[in-house]
Every structure is written in C-alpha cells, then in structure tokens.
C-alpha cells in the first residue's frame, strides 16, 4: 500500500468516525417526526398504561400526535375525550394519567367532569385533576371544585382555592369568604388572593369587610388582594396600560437602603458576560 | 415587609430616643445595682485615671478603621453597599454572582438552592472571594427573603419557578435580577410586571445582548431609519436539544440523589418521576419546566429587534408556527421551528430555529438596505452603515457597557434598568404566542394591549397551567 493510500484510508476512518460522534450527539435531534400518526387510540392506551416516565415514551408522543391531529374536529375530539376519561379511571401508572391529564387541558370538557372531581380528592392524582380541570369551561368544572373545598384538607384544599381563583369562578366566592374568615390562616391567605383574582364587587365587599376586622399581620395579605377585586374580571378587556415608568407607585415601598446617601459613581466597564 | 418596617422602626426608635424622665429613671437605678450585662457606673476620677492608658492606645493604633470602611479612597462604605443573595446556582447564577461580587457596591450575603452540592460551591465561592466563611446558605428561598436585610435578589433557576420567586422577592421589598426567558407563561409574565410596578422594584433581565456595542449600534441604527421603513425582521436562533449537563443518555428512572430536593425542585409543576437528564441544566428541553431553544433566546435576539424598531412596549397581533418535536425521550420542547409574527404597523417577524434561510441573530431588512447583528457578528448593506456615527439631534437608546453594572446603578439611582420587567415581558410574549401557536397548529389573534387571544378557547387554555399544591402566585 502506498503512502498515498495509507494517508486516505487513515482520513476515511477518521471522517467515519467524526460521522459517527456526530450522529451519536444528536440522538434526540436525530429522531423527530420519523413516525406517523397511529389510528388506534385503544392500543396507544394500552401502551402509556406503564409508562414509568423515563426514555420509553413512544405511547406518549404517540398520545400527543393522535390528539393533535383530531382535535378539531369536533366528533373525533370527542371520541378521544371519552377514552381518555375511561383511562384515568384505570390502574394505569401516574405518569401515563398525568400526560392524559396534558391532553384533557387542550380538549377537556364537561364529559371529562365527573372522574376528574374524584381524582381531585385523592391525595396522588389531585394536581393532575386540576392540571385539566382549571382549563374546563363551564359551570361544571366550577362546580367540581367548589363541592371539592369542603371535601378536602391541607394542600390538597389549598390547591381547589388556587384553581377557583384560577378560573375566576364567581360562583366560588362565598365559600371562598368562608375560608377567609376561618380558623386557618393558610386557608384564608390563599381565599383572599383567590378572591382577588376572581374579582368583581362581591369579592371586593368580602375582602374589604375582612380586611377591617382582621389582624395587623394579616392585613398585608388581604390588601393587595382587596384592591385587585374591584378591577379584575372574568370579562375584563380593560387595555393594560403601558407602563413605561416603575416608579408610579413605588415611592412607598422603597428600600430604606435606597433612602441612603447615594454611593460614589464608578465609571462603567466592561463586566463579565452572562453567559446565555 | 412588616417584619422589615418593624424592625427599622426599633432601629430607629433606640437612636432616637429622648432622655425623659424613663431614662433618668433608669441611669439611678444603674447607680444603685448595674443590670446584668451593663459595665458598672465610672466615675470622673476614675475615667481620669485611664486617660494615659486610652490615649497611647489611641496613638499606636491609629489606623485600626480601614479607610475603605469609612469610604475614603474611592472605596463604598458597607453602608451603602447594596446587600444581595442568589438563588439557583447550577446554571447561569455562578457567572451572574461572580459578576455581582467584582462590584465594589455589593456585598453578597448569601446563597439559595436546592441542591446541597451547588449550594455548597456557590458559598465556597463568596467566602473565597471575602477572604471570610461568613455567606449563609438557605435551602427554602422563603426563609431567605425573611432575613430581612437584603436590597436585592439574583435569580437564575428553572423557568417553572421564575414566577413565584420573583413575586415574592418583589413582596419581600427586594429589586431583582432576573434570568431570561422572563416568565414561564403569558399569565405568570403579567403577574410578574404588575407585581414588579406595584411594590416599586428596581428589575433587570438577563437580556445581556443590550449591553453589548454591536447590539446597541445596530439598534440605534434601525431606530434612527438608517435603512428606512422596516419590511421584514429575521430572527434566527438555535435548534435542537443541547446537552448542557452532559446528561443525555441517562434516562433511567429513579430515586432522586440525597443532595437534591427533588419534589421542591419539581414545585409548581406536574410531578415527574426523577432521572437525571431532566433535571440539571437540561430541563431547559421540558416543557413543564423551560421552553426549548425558542424560549431559551426569545429574551436575546427577538428582544434585540424590539429593541430596534422601538417595539419594548408592543406585541405581535397575528402568529402562527410550525415545530418538529422528538418522537421518544424525555424532552418534549421544538426541536426545529418556524413562527410568523405580525405587527400592527404591518411589520412581519420570522423566527426560526434549525432553517439555514434564516441567519443566526437578528436582522432588520428595510427599504434601504438591512442591517445584521449577533455575537461576535455586526454587517450592514450597505456596508458604510457599520461606521455611521448617530448625531446629536438623533435618537440615542440607553447606553450599558455592564450589565451587571446597570442594575447595580439602578438599584441606587431608582431608575430602570436597560431591560426591565415589561419590555422583556414584551419579548418573552412573542416566544410564548409561537409555543401556542405550534401547538394549536393555528393563527394567533393576540390583542397586545388587553393581552388576551382573540377567538380562541383552545389557545387561551395554553395562556398559564395549573399549579401543584401548594403552590399560589402571591398577590
């Protein structure tokens, strides 16, 4: 073999090799969108019923493409709503039942109601219930949620008052002021801002009546929340109004360190970059 | 805030306090039997004695206050230093910290994070750096803002946490430094604004590009009409998934490590069983917990041409998008995408990712010829524009050579900084609305003054998600 041969064979190994590392970097890249759409939901189903959430997640992106690709049209969005909810009725992993529970938030409706407020009284699945249903529209949703307050404790209760206050559930505000007035303080911090989402006149009277018995520490966190009420509203389209100043209404809240004398000015330099 | 107000007022109270008839009460009493603790009373005579002791002590310690504490020699008294801390270290907060400890205006106390290890470098780093073992470390970021003598925060963690953390440092009275992207969703970024405005704090992103030359030039020309009326902006960033933390490949399910806090880690979002490629550095490619490359450089480059055309405060009105995802794995963000923008002067954005079509960076294409910048890169066409000198009756934008820099001014001077809270809000938006688009597969309508998605139900379902208990956004 000639010198000549030597030195190309040496760099077609190494060419091969580069390709080679390459193409092992870019495993993730490398795999997008090869598949196709499947047409059998059941069998999808069957496959996400174990998954663990680790590499093994073709039932999950096969999942995710399936519901994209019907979502809309309204019978086969509906079809698929069905089988999901009989699933989350199922022995299937958490896992699985969470990245259904993704799926019911883009498609979820009334139908998906009824197995979702069981799931938010059980202590593993409560979270992913509200992951769908915040996004529910409709009474029933609302509902679900409010009969689920007198249901549960802990945070398990705390996170049913986020998700009303979520969803600015009107309907919601007098058992919210119930929790504003109660005994537990975590309970009542979390009405009071959910109250404040909500919003509307019977909010703002319940936390301006709270905010004028309640204790000094507490009034902090009524405030901000009381003065929300008034303006947020499920049916706001009140223009944000374009602040080019943060300081409109920040002189009251300034750090005593910035009332300090000034410090020396140092002339600007170059800093180090952050990176990203 | 109370515990604060309270506080200073004791501060305050034990400074000023009048000597009444309480005090000279008190100062008999003192003759009598001295309270535990109290030096007993000195008489003249006595004091008299010791003078000779005090005052050759006086001359052969003469310097025994460094200058620098007394802020002479051009150094910043611990007065006035602006006391700060960080959160998150296992990414971005090492660089933005060391960047902070290099001003002669910070003094960095302590540092948060919810694994052991980083939290342990990152401490090991601010004593190294005072000679001292005095930074104190935190776990729970709750317990780190009730200290109650901090002036600012730097937070560099997941993009699912950016929300609650900075409410609530907002809440605590502290001014922050915030990294990009600025929030996880639309609803949270709004959150965050009006919470920056209500409670007066001082915001900077981590949107370093403005403080950059080339940046700042290239944008200074667009906005002052160098190549006319703008007819297409090219925003190009990257593509697929990069293994920041040298963790692709181990996927496997598992008990998280001891050093890690993993549920806390995980926080608002979904709860996902642990492997290790999800979490340090590479959860930027999971959508419960970063947005991809789209959202990893919304707050560069999209920010930049806002910059130029004067659009910190605007927003899109129309977006559609295509994405290509990974079909395994654990990472579920766009892989390659593609989103048109429409403004509503009738300027079309493209931003894409993984198209050679569309230069890395950004570059604003006008009636006269277009202007290109990104890192390292500045061209123009035509190409005498690099040079144009932007003249006194010109518009001038904000000028920063440091960003770090910048925020400590503002902090000091109350003013905003080069990349407030609202402007990368705006920025962080159009990043968003393209995540939904591709989702839905469908044309945004997006109303940029009232925020809200127009005809839509199914897309504004995708404006925030819901939180794990017991996570709430504070008010």
């Keep these: 073999m000639t010198n000549q041969k030597i030195q190309k064979t040496v760099i077609a190994v190494l060419a091969l090799g580069l390709i080679a590392a390459g193409a092992a970097a870019q495993t993730t890249d490398a795999q997008t969108m090869k598949r196709t759409v499947p047409k059998d939901l059941d069998g999808i189903l069957k496959a996400l019923a174990s998954y663990d959430g680790g590499l093994e997640s073709d039932a999950y992106w096969d999942l995710r493409n399936y519901v994209l690709a019907r979502k809309d049209t309204p019978e086969a969005r509906l079809a698929c709503e069905e089988k999901l909810v009989a699933f989350l009725d199922s022995k299937a992993t958490l896992t699985a039942k969470t990245d259904v529970c993704r799926q019911l938030r883009v498609i979820g409706s009334g139908k998906s109601v009824p197995v979702l407020e ?10 992913i219930a509200r992951y769908a249903l915040e996004k529910i529209p409709g009474t029933d949703a609302d509902d679900a949620l409010i009969g689920a307050l007198a249901k549960t404790k802990g945070d398990l209760k705390k996170g049913i008052i986020t998700s009303l206050g979520q969803r600015k559930a009107r309907s919601a505000a007098a058992e919210l002021g119930k929790l504003l007035r109660g005994p537990d303080p975590e309970y009542a911090g979390a009405a009071a801002i959910a109250l404040g989402q909500i919003g509307g006149m019977d909010a703002a009277e319940a936390l301006g009546k709270f905010l004028a018995v309640t204790s000094p520490l507490f009034k902090e966190t009524i405030a901000r929340p009381c003065s929300d009420a008034p303006r947020n509203s499920s049916r706001s389209k009140t223009p944000r109004p374009r602040s080019r100043s943060m300081t409109s209404s920040s002189a009251k809240s300034f750090r005593p360190s910035s009332a300090r004398r000034p410090c020396a000015v140092r002339s600007p330099r170059q800093g180090t970059k952050p990176g990203n | 805030m109370a515990q604060r107000s309270s506080r200073m007022a004791r501060r305050f109270n034990s400074r000023n306090e009048a000597p009444g008839k309480d005090s000279r009460e008190r100062s008999d009493r003192w003759k009598e039997t001295p309270p535990k603790g109290f030096l007993p009373r000195v008489t003249r005579r006595d004091f008299l004695k010791t003078l000779p002791v005090a005052v050759a002590g006086a001359a052969g310690f003469p310097a025994i206050v460094k200058a620098a504490t007394l802020g002479r020699e051009g150094a910043v008294p611990p007065s006035d230093k602006i006391v700060m801390a960080g959160i998150g270290f296992g990414m971005q907060g090492i660089p933005n910290m060391r960047a902070f400890l290099q001003k002669d205006e910070v003094r960095w106390v302590a540092v948060c994070d919810l694994d052991k290890e980083h939290l342990k470098q990152a401490q090991g780093i601010v004593n190294q750096h005072y000679g001292n073992e005095s930074c104190a470390t935190y776990h729970d970021f709750r317990e780190l803002y009730a200290r109650g003598d901090l002036d600012a925060v730097s937070i560099a963690v997941p993009d699912h946490w950016h929300a609650i953390l900075s409410i609530s440092a907002a809440r605590a009275g502290l001014d922050i430094f915030g990294e990009k992207p600025f929030s996880h969703s639309l609803a949270e970024g709004r959150a965050m604004c009006d919470a920056v405005k209500r409670y007066g704090r001082v915001w900077q992103t981590g949107s370093w590009q403005r403080s950059v030359d080339n940046f700042h030039r290239a944008s200074e020309l667009v906005r002052n009409g160098r190549i006319g009326k703008i007819l297409r902006v090219e925003v190009g960033l990257p593509a697929g998934h990069y293994d920041f933390a040298r963790t692709f490949g181990q996927w496997a399910v598992g008990p998280p490590p001891r050093e890690l806090d993993y549920d806390f880690w995980v926080g608002p979002a979904p709860f996902v069983p642990y492997c290790k490629a999800r979490v340090h550095m590479n959860w930027r490619w999971n959508m419960d917990f970063g947005g991809g490359q789209l959202m990893d450089w919304i707050g560069h480059h999209l920010d930049i041409a806002h910059w130029g055309l004067g659009f910190d405060y605007a927003g899109p009105i129309e977006v559609q998008g295509r994405g ?45 010829g277009w202007i290109w910048v990104d890192r390292g890169g500045f061209e123009t066409q035509p190409a005498y524009l690099v040079n144009e000198i932007i003249g006194p009756g010109e518009i001038k934008l904000i000028k920063s050579r440091d960003h770090c820099q910048n925020f400590v001014d503002s902090v000091k001077n109350r003013a905003l900084t080069i990349a407030p809270a609202e402007v990368a809000h705006r920025s962080a938006s159009v990043g968003h609305l393209g995540v939904i688009a591709i989702e839905t597969g469908r044309r945004i309508k997006w109303d940029p003054a009232t925020e809200t998605i127009s005809g839509d139900a199914e897309a504004n379902r995708l404006l925030s998600r819901a939180y794990r208990g017991p996570w709430q956004l504070p008010a």
């Design chain 1, 118 to 127: 069981k799931m938010l009284l059980q202590k593993d699945t409560t979270d």
């Design chain 2, 324 to 368: 290509e995802f990974p079909t395994t794995g654990i990472y579920n963000s766009a892989t390659r995408y593609w989103v048109d923008a429409k403004y509503a002067d009738g300027t079309p954005f493209v931003l894409a990712g993984g198209y050679d079509e569309i230069q890395s960076g950004t570059k604003w294409i006008g009636e006269y």
